[in-house]
């Protein structure tokens, strides 16, 4: 497989797959072809980070931005400022959000060099697999859950039956979705998912809710799970499926403590917005940040 070298922005979205869920597992295998002939790292936090921080680089609209040609010949140092540049970007627009993905970030403020081993590789491995071409269409993106699929693929069967923890597959999940939703909302309703894994049930809504003529934006989310890395991944995927400005992310027992989580949140939020005016730029970075419609 060639790493270096990219077709154009327009040729590659011909390239994937038409299927958004064939697109979204391509992706994915990504993850199995670093690990095979790249050594990749084992970490989640790494590996579901640099995948959620490529993501939230893509354009915003299909005919954005191409910043695949920027991202190819980037050095293992490289990338990991281009990730940053990512991160600060979402700590601008959203610093609650941004606070929320921490366990996905966090570890790029004082990388070692195994850390970063071979990131470049796998970036490369995504950009040509399609990862910003299925990110920047809304589509395409809301048709899968790919940071859900990937931490899926990296915990074992057995790790799962410990924690009674099993992904949802789409075909469910879209069913689910268009049942719910299937009857006329009003705009500010609240949508409270307390065990929302990666978020994949909100996909299917906000999904439903486009077929229906409706604006997932318009609308409020909570989305909570137990897993930190889960809740994580449910912030930066509230922007990849443009659930709007009014999402809500936690991680702690939803329901036998739901006003002490909803203190902490409200907290939390408060602390975010209030860092983000005394510190604008949460990671030192010489990269420029890609464009945020804010």
Same mark, same amino acid.
């Given at each position: 497989?060639?790493? *270096?070298?990219?077709? @154009? ?10 299927? %958004? ?13 670093? &690990?095979?002939? =790249? ?8 590996? &579901? %980070? ?26 293992? #140092?490289?990338? !990991? ?6 991160? $600060? ?9 941004? #606070? ?13 060099? $195994? ?8 970036? =490369?491995?995504?950009?040509?697999? %399609?990862?910003? #071409? ?22 074992? *069967? ?19 979705? #268009?049942? !719910? ?17 990666? %978020? ?11 077929? *229906? ?5 318009? *609308? ?9 890395? $889960?809740? /994580?991944?449910?912030?930066? $995927? ?8 009014? !999402?809500? !992310? ?5 329901? =036998? ?14 602390? /975010? ?12 970075? =010489?990269?420029?940040? @890609?464009?945020?419609?804010?």
């Amino acid at each position: 497989m060639t790493l *270096y070298g990219i077709p @154009p922005a327009g040729m590659r979205r011909f390239l994937v797959p038409e299927d %958004g869920r064939e697109h979204a597992r391509a992706i994915v295998a990504a993850y199995a072809w670093w &690990v095979a002939h =790249r050594g990749g790292s084992g970490d989640r936090t790494i590996t &579901v %980070g640099t995948l959620a921080g490529l993501a939230l680089s893509a354009p915003s609209r299909p005919d954005g931005p191409d910043y695949g040609p920027l991202l190819i010949p980037l050095s293992d #140092e490289g990338l !990991v400022d281009a990730l940053r540049a990512s991160w $600060n970007s979402f700590w601008s627009y959203d610093p609650d959000l941004a #606070e929320a993905a921490r366990p996905l970030h966090e570890w790029l403020s004082h990388p070692s060099r $195994n850390d970063i081993r071979g990131l470049a590789d796998y970036a =490369r491995i995504l950009v040509r697999a %399609g990862l910003l #071409e299925y990110c920047s269409d809304t589509a395409r993106a809301e048709s899968d859950d790919i940071l859900g699929l990937l931490i899926t693929r990296m915990r074992t *069967y057995t790790e799962r039956q410990g924690t009674g923890e099993f992904f949802t597959h789409s075909i469910a999940a879209d069913h689910a979705g #268009e049942t !719910v939703f299937a009857t006329d909302r009003e705009p500010g309703a609240l949508f409270l998912e307390p065990a929302a894994g990666t %978020g994949t049930m909100a996909r299917a809504a906000a999904a439903a809710m486009r077929v *229906y003529g409706m604006n997932p934006a318009s *609308y409020r989310w909570w989305l909570n799970d137990t897993d930190a890395l $889960n809740a /994580a991944c449910c912030a930066v $995927n509230a922007q990849l499926w443009r659930l709007g400005r009014q !999402v809500t !992310v936690s991680s702690g027992d939803a329901l =036998r403590q739901p006003r002490l989580l909803e203190e902490q949140v409200h907290e939390r939020a408060k602390r /975010a917005i209030a860092r983000q005016k005394e510190q604008p730029v949460l990671y030192p970075t =010489r990269t420029r940040p @890609p464009y945020w419609p804010i």
